[in-house]
């Protein structure tokens, strides 16, 4: 399936299925025990994707591509970054906007679109949390080489690594009840994505960072630099 109608799945899924359970599970909501582990995982993750940047951000324009409920977001913005904040669904971007903290409102663009789209301009580093974790390794590829021709520092990002434990779990369907699940996940290895990368002539490096397992969350971070 092409980035693009894998893109247009994405956006029913997270716009009319599952905003509301996505709602919940950023918030301190109670949520079910599979839901708290990824809640806990998606937390760590966090964590780990930021420690990557430094602590003072000032002055830095930074790409929070799928940027959801805005967790990520706000957390930039603290560091004194200037975000830039896309999500492929409406529904996350207003609830993102409802959660911003006043104070926060100024260093925080948000907008409701294709977090790849060239018109967002140039960065001095990009956040990309499980939003390319749907996508074909080629069509990752070309994400990252898209994002890091537009920026001058790193392009951190998640893959779901292939595992057998993850791709047993997602084949059988297991993460989610069937009502509200997401399209399927593709598990990877990150030299599968720079093996891609090769093959197309681009030159960006690939570095892991760190690998988060809580339950069933299960992703893995990786930097990108041109």
């Known amino acids: 399936m092409s980035y693009e109608a894998t893109r247009q799945r994405l956006e ?5 299925t599952a905003s509301r359970t996505w709602e919940a599970l950023t918030s301190d909501a109670p949520v079910s025990k599979i839901r708290q582990t990824v809640r806990e995982g998606r937390d760590a993750m966090r964590e780990t994707m930021l420690s990557t940047l430094p602590a003072d951000l000032t002055g830095a324009r930074v790409l929070d591509a799928g940027c959801g409920p805005g967790q990520m977001a706000m ?5 004194g970054a200037d975000v830039v904040a896309v999500d492929i669904s409406p529904s996350l971007i207003e609830v993102a906007q409802k959660r ?7 260093r925080i663009s948000y907008s409701a679109g294709d977090m790849l789209d060239a018109k967002h301009g140039h960065f001095d580093a990009v956040i990309a949390m499980d939003s390319l974790i749907h996508y074909t390794a080629p069509d990752i590829a070309v994400a990252i080489a898209g994002l890091t021709a537009r920026t001058n520092g790193p392009v ?3 893959i779901a690594p292939k595992t057998p434990m993850l791709t047993a779990m997602w ?3 297991k993460v989610f009840p ?3 699940r997401s399209p399927a996940i593709q598990p990877h290895k990150t030299a599968t994505i720079a093996n891609e990368l090769r093959i197309s002539g681009n030159k960006t490096l690939l570095r892991e960072v760190g690998t988060i397992s809580r339950g ?3 992703s893995q971070a990786t930097e990108a630099r041109a």
């Open 12 to 16: 029913t899924y997270f716009d009319r």
């Open 156 to 158: 951190v990002f998640t």
């Open 75 to 79: 957390e930039l913005a603290m560091r």
């Open 178 to 180: 069937k009502s509200d």
């Open 216 to 218: 069933f969350y299960i």
């Open 100 to 106: 911003t903290p006043e104070h926060l409102n100024r």
């Open 171 to 173: 084949w059988a369907g």
